[in-house]
């Protein structure tokens, strides 16, 4: 009768049977990446800031203009101060003579006024056309009819805003003018012409007279 061979075991090393043993008591370590969220940045309102180098205040352009940019005294102020009367520079586009023209302050802000007071609410925060196109005065030496424009300061700080509202030629402005005007005075400066000239004539008539109704709506 045929004899089986018995199989016997095989010794399995002693350093076998340790790492065996460690293999299973020890979980394989895992490697975590760990995220560190980046800090959020504070958003600084760009009309708030001014550029590097540029003085809060400057040298007033004009008696009726203080000295924040784009900034003139209240109706209430000037009269106090005796300041009735407001000038400005103007240019003939026909013959080319300079000269200047001169508003009685409350007679001319009352027309502005009124027209604003009467109307805001149907414009619908746009310019009318007379305010985008305006009606220029006429001139004294050639006679001739819309054709003596405002002379603009090329330095934006320099601008003559109350002679412009008064005369209600803030629309010879151009459209970088009435952003400047909006940046420092708080106000929107995005979208078209007429919206800002909108936003400028309000903010104007407002500086006048705080207390008036010159709000957007």
Same mark, same amino acid.
């Given at each position: ?102 508003? &009685? ?23 009318? &056309? ?8 006429? $001139? ?14 090329? !330095? ?36 078209? !012409? ?10 104007? $008539? !407002? ?11």
């Amino acid at each position: 009768m045929a004899t089986i061979p018995l199989i016997q075991e095989q010794q399995q090393p002693e350093n076998a049977q340790t790492d065996l043993h460690l293999s299973l008591r020890q979980p394989p370590q895992t490697t975590q990446c760990v995220v560190v969220p980046t800090p959020r940045r504070n958003r600084r309102n760009p009309r708030q800031i001014l550029r590097q180098g540029k003085a809060p205040t400057i040298t007033p352009p004009f008696r009726w203009a203080t000295d924040h940019r784009a900034t003139v005294f209240s109706v209430k102020h000037l009269t106090e101060a005796g300041i009735n009367v407001i000038s400005g520079d103007v240019q003939c586009k026909r013959c080319n003579r300079k000269f200047q023209i001169e508003y &009685d302050l409350k007679a001319k802000f009352f027309e502005v006024s009124n027209y604003v007071k009467e109307n805001k609410y149907s414009w619908k925060e746009r310019a009318p &056309d007379t305010w985008m196109s305006p009606v220029l005065p006429k $001139c004294q030496f050639c006679d001739q009819e819309n054709c003596v424009k405002p002379v603009i300061a090329d !330095k934006k700080r320099a601008i003559n805003w109350l002679f412009l509202l008064l005369g209600q030629m803030v629309g010879c402005c151009s459209l970088a003018q009435l952003k400047y005007f909006c940046k420092h005075t708080r106000n929107h400066r995005t979208g078209a !012409k007429d919206r800002v000239l909108f936003l400028t004539y309000l903010g104007l $008539c !407002k500086q006048l007279d705080p207390n008036g109704p010159y709000e957007r709506s």
